[in-house]
């Protein structure tokens, strides 16, 4: 079963507006973590923004943010101010495993493409 | 500090041989994980070693692939017998301890089998 569902696989958005991507998980643990990663075409993966399950208050990170609804099992990622610079694929991730033998669990991606 | 090294970055094999991609992680870090992204697929975790040992391969394929972490050197992972669904970008992530969200990517190798 998906553990991370990603549904819009590509999205088309205007320079300088504000963008969200979504992301939903399933798990049944009550400690999980929640991240998103960037690609670039260039290919690495670039870390921006955590989320703890316990955490009471949404993660920020400059332009990132992270809506994080624990009800609902979303955590969507916001980007304010959208640059050119932010064209690129972006997954969200979940830890998951017990104690001592944690993985990440990872969606499918958004292709995200700013216009000039 | 230098981060997470992989190499080599590109590698291209024919079918049938063999494909050894290493990742070197970063200073103090004695836990290693392979993962695994299929074009236009998210990553796949493979293996989780810590030095000398193998602490979860349950997303390694059970023939044809194995890991290793020796006490020296950097992490191995080898493919035997190379085929073309093998190709794929292969990514290294390091971390200190046992908490994953300190967990730091290497660049990627990407093997092309031909």
């Known amino acids: 079963a998906q553990k991370i569902t990603q549904t819009q696989p590509g999205m088309f958005v205007q320079e300088k507006e504000a963008v969200t991507l979504d992301c939903t998980y399933d798990?049944?643990?009550?400690?999980?973590?929640l991240f998103w990663y960037k690609q670039p075409s260039s290919g690495e993966m670039i870390f921006l923004i955590y989320?703890?399950?316990?955490?009471?208050q949404n993660a920020t990170e400059g332009r990132y943010s992270l809506n994080f609804q624990k009800a609902r099992k979303s955590a969507n990622l916001v980007i304010s101010a959208s640059q050119l610079g932010d064209s690129a694929m972006y997954f969200c991730?979940?830890?998951?495993?017990?104690?001592?033998?944690?993985?990440?669990?990872f969606g499918t991606g958004t292709r995200l493409t700013i216009i000039p | 500090n230098a981060g997470v090294m992989q190499n080599p970055r590109h590698l291209v094999r024919r079918r049938g041989q063999e494909a050894r991609l290493r990742c070197s992680p970063m200073?103090?870090?004695?836990?290693v994980y392979w993962y695994r992204q299929l074009p236009e697929e998210g990553l796949k975790f493979m293996v989780y070693?810590?030095?000398?040992?193998?602490?979860?391969e349950s997303g390694m394929p059970k023939e044809r692939f194995s890991a290793e972490f020796p006490k020296e050197g950097p992490s191995i992972l080898r493919i035997q017998q190379v085929v073309r669904g093998d190709s794929a970008a292969y990514f290294c992530?390091?971390?200190?301890?046992?908490?994953?969200?300190?967990?730091?990517f290497g660049p990627g190798t990407r093997l092309l089998v031909l």
């Open positions: 070693l810590q030095k000398e040992n193998i602490i979860d």
């Open positions: 992530a390091s971390s200190p301890g046992l908490l994953v969200e300190t967990q730091y």
């Open positions: 991730a979940m830890r998951e495993g017990s104690f001592g033998n944690e993985k990440l669990t």
């Open positions: 798990t049944s643990d009550q400690s999980y973590g």
């Open positions: 200073k103090g870090h004695s836990h």
């Open positions: 989320q703890g399950s316990y955490d009471e």
